[in-house]
């Protein structure tokens, strides 16, 4: 349906979102009979409903004088229905308007098909914006430590920065994906030195973080008993920092082995990075640079030897930029999703580094926009260190952001043991399919079941990660992650794969004809209109997204749709509905519903499955 005929608002987008085309009508509509509220006034003031209302409008918003009934009373009398919106009623102080059901559907299910099936990218594109077209981000996440297992605490910022990847690029904006490793310090020292004793060149092939892990805890327990193997270790790591190439040509093949086998880790995660880069990239030069600015400022003063940054009157206490004593900037034996070791006045030890890795991106990308995506632990830290770039009047530091995230308590295996990530992942993968196999039939037709089971292990994971808001903390469930039943990720998965079918099942009515030769108007039921007007939120809740951070919201959406294809399967019947038009309309509103479903899934970096 052709949205010509509708007056033009700036920053809609009727053609890639569908209730943008109804919003405009029904501000159309209140500014023909309240000319003083302007269209854009009005838009804004057009709200999607409560139950049994498309579009609601509190005429209050709008401060026209007196009591606001009257106002909406004149909208009701002088409204004339249209090809969008087909009735209007006047409740109090409030308007319900109600979108015409024909157009809606043909509307909406148009815009999904040309922009799943013709978009002008060659991608499934239904829900993308260009909002951010022209700008570009750069997301810094994941940020693990070398010679540290790939364990439970970085999953959160793993997940949470692949979403925002995902919907930076969905809003049209140029993203650059970084993990940030820890990659230097003395803890390099101690491996070295461990290796030596402990080392072997066969394990370290075969899975370089868990051997180099292996290691470190064997030759820590050893420091711990003998001094000497920590001043071996600090002899060590200063031939690393003093340049000595026999030093560093270990260190740099333990780092290239380690981001090999992350690599593995992430694609298991359907993860990928633009980027790796880690604490050792930082030039000494940027953050000597950064420490003298601050001085020739007269931003920094000397406390007990170290040097520090004052930022009492900012209520963010004081930021140490040099230790007492230390040469190395770079030492820092966490990476930045764990736990920080703090000085006594609170303060972490790594802003140097982390301003010049700034000052460096930034020369390097032209970024508009900067993300960390890092533990809620280090709010003061990050906070210090974005106030630190801003008193350096840097004019690009107002663009850097901070997406915090609880904490997740009690994620381990069902036994209680370790908690690195592959084992959980390995265990999610053993239980779904052992639950697969109970159904032979079905079990038989998928191609490969042990990658099928490990995805639906992961996408049980992100759901249930992914469930609420991201700040909170949340307490790692196995029997309700793992269940087919609820707002559980197999639960999503699961409607996904029936929708998938329905193609398989209904041989006789595909291939389905255009978009165009489809009678929508056949689609008269309550629930099929309930389905079509969930899809056509999702471009807005993309939008919404993006904006808040929050992927929280992709997941409740695609909750309330998957509950509502399941509610729909006895009302809207395809397979043995004797009028063909009608079944072809209903399987063209289901072919639909799967492609935004799977849209909404590859947003939260799942793979829908198309059998399980």
């Given at each position: 349906m052709s949205t010509s005929t509708l007056p033009s608002i700036p920053g809609t987008d009727p053609e890639r979102s569908p209730l943008d085309a109804f919003k405009i009508a029904v501000a159309a509509s209140i500014n023909k009979a309240l000319p003083e509220v302007s269209l854009e006034a009005a838009y804004k003031a057009a709200d999607i409903g409560r139950k049994g209302v498309d579009f609601s409008v509190a005429v209050a918003r709008f401060k026209l004088g007196g009591k606001p009934d009257p106002w909406a009373k004149k909208v009701e009398e002088s409204f004339v229905a249209d090809d969008y919106i087909e009735s209007v009623k006047a409740e109090g102080a409030f308007l319900s308007f109600t979108a015409r059901t024909t157009s809606l559907t043909r509307n909406v299910l148009t815009t999904i098909d040309h922009f799943t099936n013709n978009s002008p990218t060659g991608q499934p594109s239904y829900g993308s914006n260009e909002t951010g077209k022209g700008k570009n981000v750069v997301i810094e996440y994941s940020s693990p430590n070398i010679a540290k297992q790939f364990h439970v605490g970085h999953l959160r910022s793993t997940i949470i920065g692949a979403f925002l990847c995902n919907v930076y690029k969905a809003c049209g904006w140029e993203v650059t994906s970084l993990n940030y490793l820890g990659d230097w310090g003395r803890q390099f020292g101690l491996i070295a030195v461990g290796f030596e004793k402990y080392g072997s060149e066969e394990e370290l092939e075969k899975n370089a973080i868990r051997h180099l892990y292996d290691v470190y805890v064997k030759i820590n327990k050893d420091a711990e008993e003998d001094e000497s193997v920590n001043d071996a270790a600090r002899a060590y790591f200063k031939r690393m920092e003093d340049g000595d190439e026999s030093a560093l040509s270990h260190w740099r093949k333990w780092r290239e082995l380690s981001i090999e086998r992350y690599k593995t880790e992430y694609e298991r995660l359907n993860v990928?990075?633009?980027?790796?880069?880690?604490?050792?990239?930082?030039?000494?030069?940027?953050?000597?640079?950064?420490?003298?600015?601050?001085?020739?400022?007269?931003?920094?003063?000397?406390?007990?030897?170290?040097?520090?940054?004052?930022?009492?009157k900012y209520k963010l206490g004081k930021a140490v930029v040099r230790k007492k004593g230390s040469l190395d900037l770079r030492a820092s034996a966490l990476a930045k999703n764990e736990m920080l070791t703090h000085h006594s006045d609170g303060t972490s030890i790594y802003l140097t580094r982390d301003i010049g890795g700034a000052v460096e991106r930034y020369e390097k990308y032209k970024f508009d926009k900067m993300i960390y995506v890092v533990a809620s632990q280090q709010d003061l830290h990050l906070a210090q260190f974005f106030k630190v770039l801003e008193l350096l009047e840097y004019p690009w530091a107002k663009s850097l952001e901070h997406v915090n995230f609880g904490m997740v308590q009690g994620m381990s295996t069902r036994k209680g043991t370790a908690v690195f990530l592959e084992q959980i992942i390995e265990e999610a993968a053993k239980v779904m399919h052992e639950q697969m196999q109970s159904n032979e039939e079905k079990y038989k037709q998928i191609e490969n079941p042990q990658e099928t089971a490990q995805e639906i292990g992961i996408t049980a994971m992100k759901i249930q990660d992914m469930s609420a808001k991201r700040i909170n903390n949340y307490t790692f469930n196995w029997s309700r992650m793992l269940s087919f039943e609820g707002d559980t990720g197999p639960y999503i998965q699961y409607a996904h794969v029936r929708?998938?079918?329905?193609?398989?099942?209904?041989?006789?009515?595909?291939?389905?004809?255009?978009?165009?030769?489809?009678?929508?108007?056949?689609?008269?039921?309550?629930?099929?209109?309930?389905?079509?007007?969930?899809?056509?939120?999702?471009?807005?809740?993309?939008?919404?997204?993006?904006?808040?951070?929050?992927?929280?919201?992709?997941?409740?959406?695609?909750?309330?749709?998957?509950?509502?294809?399941?509610?729909?399967?006895?009302?809207?019947?395809?397979?043995?509905?004797?009028?063909?038009?009608?079944?072809?309309?209903?399987?063209?509103?289901?072919?639909?519903?799967r492609d935004v479903l799977g849209a909404g899934l590859r947003l939260l970096s799942i793979k829908p499955l198309d059998r399980m």
């Amino acid at each position: 349906m052709s949205t010509s005929t509708l007056p033009s608002i700036p920053g809609t987008d009727p053609e890639r979102s569908p209730l943008d085309a109804f919003k405009i009508a029904v501000a159309a509509s209140i500014n023909k009979a309240l000319p003083e509220v302007s269209l854009e006034a009005a838009y804004k003031a057009a709200d999607i409903g409560r139950k049994g209302v498309d579009f609601s409008v509190a005429v209050a918003r709008f401060k026209l004088g007196g009591k606001p009934d009257p106002w909406a009373k004149k909208v009701e009398e002088s409204f004339v229905a249209d090809d969008y919106i087909e009735s209007v009623k006047a409740e109090g102080a409030f308007l319900s308007f109600t979108a015409r059901t024909t157009s809606l559907t043909r509307n909406v299910l148009t815009t999904i098909d040309h922009f799943t099936n013709n978009s002008p990218t060659g991608q499934p594109s239904y829900g993308s914006n260009e909002t951010g077209k022209g700008k570009n981000v750069v997301i810094e996440y994941s940020s693990p430590n070398i010679a540290k297992q790939f364990h439970v605490g970085h999953l959160r910022s793993t997940i949470i920065g692949a979403f925002l990847c995902n919907v930076y690029k969905a809003c049209g904006w140029e993203v650059t994906s970084l993990n940030y490793l820890g990659d230097w310090g003395r803890q390099f020292g101690l491996i070295a030195v461990g290796f030596e004793k402990y080392g072997s060149e066969e394990e370290l092939e075969k899975n370089a973080i868990r051997h180099l892990y292996d290691v470190y805890v064997k030759i820590n327990k050893d420091a711990e008993e003998d001094e000497s193997v920590n001043d071996a270790a600090r002899a060590y790591f200063k031939r690393m920092e003093d340049g000595d190439e026999s030093a560093l040509s270990h260190w740099r093949k333990w780092r290239e082995l380690s981001i090999e086998r992350y690599k593995t880790e992430y694609e298991r995660l359907n993860v990928a990075f633009d980027i790796y880069s880690g604490e050792s990239q930082v030039g000494k030069e940027s953050q000597d640079s950064c420490l003298k600015r601050l001085e020739d400022m007269g931003l920094v003063s000397d406390s007990n030897g170290a040097k520090i940054v004052d930022l009492e009157k900012y209520k963010l206490g004081k930021a140490v930029v040099r230790k007492k004593g230390s040469l190395d900037l770079r030492a820092s034996a966490l990476a930045k999703n764990e736990m920080l070791t703090h000085h006594s006045d609170g303060t972490s030890i790594y802003l140097t580094r982390d301003i010049g890795g700034a000052v460096e991106r930034y020369e390097k990308y032209k970024f508009d926009k900067m993300i960390y995506v890092v533990a809620s632990q280090q709010d003061l830290h990050l906070a210090q260190f974005f106030k630190v770039l801003e008193l350096l009047e840097y004019p690009w530091a107002k663009s850097l952001e901070h997406v915090n995230f609880g904490m997740v308590q009690g994620m381990s295996t069902r036994k209680g043991t370790a908690v690195f990530l592959e084992q959980i992942i390995e265990e999610a993968a053993k239980v779904m399919h052992e639950q697969m196999q109970s159904n032979e039939e079905k079990y038989k037709q998928i191609e490969n079941p042990q990658e099928t089971a490990q995805e639906i292990g992961i996408t049980a994971m992100k759901i249930q990660d992914m469930s609420a808001k991201r700040i909170n903390n949340y307490t790692f469930n196995w029997s309700r992650m793992l269940s087919f039943e609820g707002d559980t990720g197999p639960y999503i998965q699961y409607a996904h794969v029936r929708l998938a079918s329905m193609e398989r099942k209904n041989p006789n009515l595909v291939p389905l004809p255009p978009a165009a030769e489809i009678q929508f108007e056949l689609l008269s039921e309550a629930k099929a209109r309930d389905i079509v007007f969930l899809l056509a939120t999702y471009p807005d809740v993309v939008k919404t997204a993006q904006e808040r951070h929050e992927p929280s919201g992709v997941v409740t959406f695609c909750m309330k749709l998957a509950h509502l294809i399941a509610s729909a399967w006895e009302t809207l019947i395809v397979k043995g509905e004797p009028d063909e038009q009608k079944a072809r309309a209903r399987l063209f509103l289901f072919i639909c519903a799967r492609d935004v479903l799977g849209a909404g899934l590859r947003l939260l970096s799942i793979k829908p499955l198309d059998r399980m």
